[in-house]
């Protein structure tokens, strides 16, 4: 790796006391310090701030987390979910789901009309579309790993909700965007909201979402889940047509999960697995493309992307026949990514013509998933890795607030097959195992992942984007491995998606247009889309040279311990 660059800038925000800078880092490139990559440079810099405190990569996590909430309120959260992949210096790996789960009053046919049409206006907007959530109950089950206490790691993102911070551009184009919904779904007036349109650099202080945090800080998970912000919650969902009971707060468990483990060249991949397809998705993927050669072939030519295409059809073929909360169904992940199986699903591959999606998979038509969610990579000194993906599924989540408390109730029913066969916000079609039960987790494409070489840490990645989320990190990591580029390229070049249903391959508008041209000689169908997912990515090489990059297509941004 090349020479190292500590950027002597990036340390004199480190001792951040306003928080009116933002400045957003790219890429550092280190040894023996630890790195974090996150949506938004304040969150990044309250990790890093964190380790230089003492703290390891769990605590670092942990704060970032909780500050995310606060200067990110579009997917960071306290009122969603995530899935976490940590790998410990000790090689102990471990994942910790706290996925929201459908309350006990949730039905199956909750979301469909009295003609048995569904109404994904109800599963995507307003009270009724909220899962419960599950951020807070994992922060505290990360704390097992971290070594600091909670108070201290909330501290940060208090003095960022309570002294406020400068919002970036693009913050204010959405708040401005989505103020017609928030004017919709609340009803009062919430601190996003504003007469006159927001501008970049205009401060955002959160007091309601401050002394919530506080609660938390003070009396732990119980702080959320019992007492003022628990009535609080329910007494939002009285105001429409939610369904959240205190009794369904106070019963919320993490489910601490053995992650997804897989070789692929020598690396042993580790990921999430159920109630998230996106390690048997990653893992299908990955193994089906290695019946070729990629190696041989150049990232975004016709060759590479029409076997990562084919991969990608057959493993979203998949995703909507078989896989679901593994608590209520029976378990498909052995035969899912089993050498045996995916030999036989790659039989119907041709260089010469697209695989109709017809001839893959019963047509079950798929849920449209939200690409908005939010991805945290991060590797500490000691070498402790972490990998956390967390959302609050739509753009705000359901748009409503929870009144006295200041923060964002998810969306993230919708992710569950509302009417099997009928798509979600992402276009992602359900079958019968994503099926709506009480106490069921929603399937989840997100996929938190961490690469290890020789039992190391060796690539740290994840993305937002909905179902282009699995996809996306199969492309970074094949960009890595096969196609032996540097970690910027990886991230930054254009991508391409699949899944199945649509039938259609979409592009990242710079793609390749001789691709493109050739692709469609053999009946691919292409779309072009602004841009899919933005990764956060570290790459530690085999003398410990350490690469973060945040992606380009956002105010992502890398911080240094
Ligand atoms: N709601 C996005 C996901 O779970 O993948």
């Not at 459908?102 to 909750?110: G, H, L």
């Not at 019968?432 to 690469?451: C, D």
């Not at 649509?502 to 889309?529: C, G, M, R, W």
Request: hydrophobic share 40%.
């Amino acid at each position: 790796m090349k020479k190292l660059l500590l950027l002597s800038f990036v340390i004199s925000q480190l001792a951040f006391s306003q928080f009116t800078d933002i400045n957003i880092v790219k890429e550092i490139q280190t040894k023996d310090k630890g790195l974090v990559v996150s949506a938004h440079p304040l969150a990044s810099e309250v990790g890093a701030k964190i380790m230089k405190m003492g703290g390891n990569a769990y605590d670092a996590v942990i704060a970032t987390q909780y500050a995310l909430a606060v200067v990110y309120p579009q997917a960071g959260n306290i009122g969603g979910g995530g899935f976490l992949v940590g790998v410990k210096n000790t090689g102990e790996k471990f994942t910790l789901d706290y996925r929201e789960t459908a309350p006990e009053k949730a039905s199956k046919n909750m979301y469909l009309d009295n003609n048995g049409n569904a109404n994904t206006d109800l599963s995507q907007n307003g009270r009724l579309a909220v899962g419960i959530p599950g951020s807070v109950a994992g922060l505290f089950a990360t704390l097992k790993y971290a070594k600091l206490p909670m108070e201290k790691l909330i501290q940060p993102a208090i003095d960022l909700a309570e002294q406020g911070f400068s919002i970036t551009q693009r913050e204010a184009n959405l708040l401005n965007s989505e103020k017609r919904y928030f004017d919709k779904h609340n009803s009062t007036k919430t601190v996003f909201q504003k007469d006159i349109p927001w501008k970049q650099g205009d401060l955002l202080i959160q007091k309601e979402l401050a002394q919530t945090l506080k609660l938390i800080q003070k009396h732990g998970a119980k702080g959320f889940y019992e007492g003022e912000t628990a009535e609080l919650i329910t007494k939002e969902m009285k105001l429409g047509k939610g369904i959240i009971s205190l009794n369904d707060l106070k019963n919320y468990k993490v489910e601490q999960r053995n992650p997804i483990v897989f070789d692929y060249k020598g690396n042993e991949i580790v990921s999430m697995p159920l109630p998230s397809s996106g390690g048997i998705l990653l893992a299908q993927m990955l193994t089906m493309s290695s019946f070729q050669k990629m190696e041989d072939y150049q990232q975004n030519s016709t060759e590479a992307v029409q076997v990562m295409v084919e991969a990608e059809r057959r493993a979203f073929a998949d995703r909507a026949e078989y896989m679901g909360d593994p608590k209520f169904i029976s378990d498909p992940t052995h035969m899912l990514i089993s050498e045996e199986y995916l030999t036989k699903r790659w039989r119907t591959f041709s260089f010469n013509q697209a695989t109709p999606s017809a001839e893959v998979g019963k047509i079950i038509p798929q849920p449209k998933e939200s690409t908005e969610t939010t991805h945290i990579s991060i590797i500490d000194k000691e070498g402790n890795a972490v990998a956390v993906t967390t959302t609050l599924n739509g753009l705000y989540g359901s748009k409503v607030v929870v009144s006295g408390a200041g923060f964002f109730l998810n969306n993230e029913m919708d992710d569950f097959s509302v009417k099997p066969g009928v798509p979600n916000m992402f276009g992602a079609v359900g079958g019968e195992a994503n099926a709506i039960q009480p106490g069921k987790r929603m399937l989840s494409s997100m996929t938190p992942t961490i690469v290890l070489k020789k039992g190391k840490p060796y690539i740290i990645v994840g993305t937002p984007g909905g179902t282009t989320i699995p996809t996306s990190v199969y492309q970074s990591i094949v960009n890595i491995i096969d196609f032996n580029l540097s970690p910027n390229r990886s991230v930054n070049s254009p991508k391409f998606h699949h899944q199945w249903l649509p039938d259609s391959v979409l592009v990242e508008k710079d793609f390749p247009d001789t691709t493109i041209v050739a692709l469609e000689k053999k009946n691919y169908k292409i779309q072009k889309t602004a841009q899919i997912g933005r990764i956060e990515l570290i790459v530690i090489d085999d003398e410990g040279n350490a690469t973060a990059v945040a992606d380009g297509r956002g105010d992502d941004s890398v911080a240094v311990e």
